[in-house]
């Protein structure tokens, strides 16, 4: 009988095909096809050199197994096959050190693998089922470009766009807080198609507009980013493929009365504007309010600062903060999130309470910090709390 081994698995479900882990790979064990993202058991060392650029956690998934799945197996998957029951060695009934050994074993390598960062994504339990994967490299779906606005001022440092995309008559379900792939035209310098890039989804399930096949986009122009540009040059009427929809676990609740905060940075905002129109379209002025806490460096590089003034207070509690901004005191969202400190301590220990952040990775060493010292004032374990909101698909984290 061979002996069990881990072998390390990433997630269909919950991989939104970002790529950052196959990139960030130093044995090149990571590889992918038009549907998933797949581990070589033959190539990978566990360095965890993929774990922290997963946005998702999709990355941060292992198996105990006697054979490991060959790659053309992951390749076809729609979601992780479960834990498989490892099978005792024959004649051990008779052997209990045997069977002891074999189950510490297991336990072993089970307790090692899970051990990785942050602990696995899980959708709230009242959100729509998603669907996901619909459209791949191989078979895209093709959008039509309706508008591409800029977000920022002219005299901002960053060129933020919103890009409407027109379906037709395409079947491309979406919901709030998926992303879909965009692939640019071209070759790397070896010659390779372009990886494509993955952006939120900033518009709610059904449009721009109630009724109407389309989503919008938040795309900040990079300097070299080969795709960014390539997406904020789009012209009305320009054709765009498109991959997805991807994301299974940063979904909204479909839960009027459910506590929301988000926090976020940046175009990390698109799936929170995703959500406020949704919450808006659903229960008006009737749901629970819905808590922001968006950071920018001025009000005119915020993307849809004018907008989000708008959205009633007793939708949305608006905390607009800025780092750069002159005349005003140089704030954080984590430097809000402790002046709201009595607020939030009461949320997180709600049981109807969904945290949800998204934006930049420097951003969440800021946030866990000030959740930490907020449940520390008021006499509660945060590590605990997290942990419970996240078992129960209330804690959500996307930073990139």
């Not at 998926?178 to 900033?202: A, C, F, H, K, M």
Request: charged share 25%.
């Amino acid at each position: 009988m061979n002996a069990p081994l881990k072998q390390h698995l990433i997630d269909p479900e919950i991989c939104i095909r970002c790529y950052t882990c196959e990139e960030a790979c130093p044995v090149d064990a990571i590889t992918h096809n038009e549907d998933n993202v797949v581990v070589d058991a033959s190539k990978c060392d566990f360095c965890m050199s993929c774990i922290a650029p997963c946005p998702t956690g999709s990355i941060d998934n292992w198996r105990v197994v006697l054979e490991p799945y060959s790659l053309e197996e992951q390749m076809e998957w729609m979601e992780l096959p479960e834990q498989a029951e490892i099978a005792k060695p024959e004649g051990s009934d008779q052997d209990g050190g045997d069977i002891e050994a074999l189950e510490d074993s297991v336990e072993r390598l089970l307790a090692e693998a899970h051990a990785g960062a942050g602990g696995k994504a899980k959708a709230p339990a009242t959100a729509t089922k998603p669907s996901i994967n619909l459209y791949n490299l191989k078979k895209p779906a093709t959008a039509t470009v309706q508008g591409n606005y800029r977000l920022t001022s002219e005299g901002a440092d960053s060129d933020v766009r919103h890009i409407i995309l027109d379906l037709g008559n395409q079947h491309f379900p979406v919901l709030e807080g998926q992303s879909v792939g965009i692939q640019p035209p071209g070759t790397d310098e070896n010659g390779n198609p372009y990886l494509p890039r993955l952006y939120s989804i900033s518009s709610p399930r059904d449009g721009e507009r109630p009724n109407t096949n389309n989503l919008s986009l938040t795309v900040k122009r990079e300097e070299h980013g080969v795709c960014s540009n390539y997406v904020c040059d789009l012209k009305k009427g320009d054709e765009v493929k498109l991959t997805g929809p991807f994301g299974a676990t940063f979904l909204m609740p479909n839960d009027p009365q459910a506590n929301i905060v988000m926090i976020c940075t940046g175009t990390g905002s698109a799936p929170f504007r995703a959500f406020t129109m949704r919450r808006q379209r659903t229960a008006g002025e009737g749901g629970a309010m819905m808590r922001l806490f968006f950071g920018a460096r001025t009000s005119d590089a915020l993307p849809y600062f004018g907008p989000l003034k708008k959205v009633p207070d007793t939708v949305l509690e608006k905390h607009l903060v800025f780092s750069r901004a002159e005349a005003v005191e140089k704030e954080y969202v984590q430097d809000r999130m402790l002046k709201q400190k009595a607020s939030l301590a009461e949320l997180i220990r709600a049981d109807d309470t969904h945290v949800y952040v998204c934006g930049l990775k420097a951003m969440e060493e800021g946030v866990e910090a000030a959740f930490q010292a907020i449940a520390d004032e008021a006499g509660s374990d945060w590590h605990a709390i997290r942990d419970a909101m996240r078992e129960s698909g209330r804690y959500h984290v996307e930073t990139y």
